[in-house]
């Protein structure tokens, strides 16, 4: 029994010793493939085992953000940002063109067009009908300055436009006339009477309201006569109106006593008349190259008026008395005065005609 005892005892030990010398075999081989100790490995075990319970995938969280850490260590992150942001911007950009431009709801509606009238003179239906190439444009790419010329094309005595847009989609235009000082009929043209504003327009009498003229000048002008549509027309030049202005202003502070019968305006001719309630004209001629400017008169009608006081001074009571049949003051410095009402009267009338009756 002792030799048999001895004998499983000398078994197991080379049993045993067999597998550690196995075991210690393992772990060589495993240091040399894999490069790390013992406790390397139990530690590798370790948290092999605390991430095995962790869900793995193709491309693992390890590795995507080493990635981005390689990435950003070399730029190529900052610079991938940058186009990011280029391309962020240049859509807002494209957003931003198709709004203003292209967008419905930023287009003008006719409905929400409002022209309001803030003098006389003015016709709303002709600038209604001259704010119709806005309709369906941008309210953001709206051309005030076209809207004022094409508003001023179609009615020549406007002063002033004034335009306010009503985001999304409403306009409203203000529109402001010249005064209207004169009230005027044309020869040849019968049955017709219009407003003059300061700025020599035809203002058609329907659109004068209530407001009241100055002055009634009346116009002898054969270009006019054939005209069908003279409404909103240059009736008289801008600056041989304005020169007219200043001989009515005259008349009407320094020679009050002098009471006017009516006047008119020779285009061809370009001469003034006025008619004084004795019968008597006086004659002024208005030059191309005159304009009034800030209020003073040009030097050669100052130089008329000047002689027409001197006469009026000198002969007090001349031009009421219907002894004078016309005085002429264009030539500045003289005067020629006309008494025989026969031969005078006959030298209106060949030069004139019938208007001077």
């Known amino acids: 029994m002792d030799f048999r005892n001895k004998l499983k005892h000398y078994i197991s030990k080379l049993t045993k010793g067999g597998q550690k010398k196995w075991k210690k075999e393992v ?18 075990f370790q948290s092999s085992r605390n991430s ?3 869900p793995h995938h193709k491309s693992g969280f390890g590795g995507f953000s080493t990635f981005f850490q390689e990435k950003i260590v070399t730029g190529d992150l900052m610079k991938n940002y940058g186009y990011m942001m280029s391309m962020v911007g240049m859509m807002l950009i494209l ?15 006719p409905n929400q067009v409002m022209v309001e009238a803030m003098t006389p003179g003015v016709d709303i239906t002709i600038a209604y009908r001259s704010l119709e190439s806005i309709y369906g444009q941008s309210i953001f790419l709206l051309d005030e300055a076209d809207i004022a010329h094409r508003l001023k094309l179609s009615m020549h005595n406007l002063a002033g436009v004034s335009i306010d847009r009503y985001y999304p989609n409403g306009v409203k ?74 001989i009515f202003q005259v008349f009407s502070t320094e020679w009050a006593t002098l009471p006017l019968a009516r006047s008119r305006y020779y285009v061809d001719e370009n001469e003034l008349h006025i008619v004084l309630e ?56 003289k005067l020629f005065i006309c008494a025989d009402r026969v031969i005078c009267q006959k030298n209106l009338d060949i030069i004139y005609g019938e208007t001077t009756k």
């Open 27 to 44: 772990q060589s081989e495993k240091k040399q493939k894999y490069l790390f100790g013992a406790t390397n490995s139990d530690n590798r």
């Open 52 to 54: 095995s319970n962790v």
């Open 95 to 109: 957003l931003s063109v198709y709004i203003v431009v292209f967008s419905p709801y930023f287009k003008i509606s």
């Open 173 to 246: 235009v203000l529109i402001t006339g010249y005064p209207i000082p004169f009230d005027t009929i044309i020869s040849g043209i019968a049955n017709k009477k219009w407003g003059l504003s300061s700025n020599g327009v035809l203002i058609p009498e329907r659109d004068l309201g209530d407001t009241p003229t100055k002055y009634h000048l009346d116009i002898t002008a054969p270009a006019l006569i054939g005209d069908l549509f003279l409404s909103y027309k240059i009736g008289v030049e801008e600056s041989n109106m304005n020169i007219i202005s200043q």
């Open 278 to 333: 004795s019968r008597t004209h006086i004659i002024f001629a208005l030059q191309d190259d005159n304009e009034v400017k800030n209020g003073i008169i040009p030097k050669n009608i100052l130089n008329q008026l000047i002689t027409l006081r001197t006469y009026i001074v000198n002969n007090p009571g001349k031009l009421t008395d219907g002894s004078l049949v016309y005085i002429d003051a264009r030539i500045p410095g």
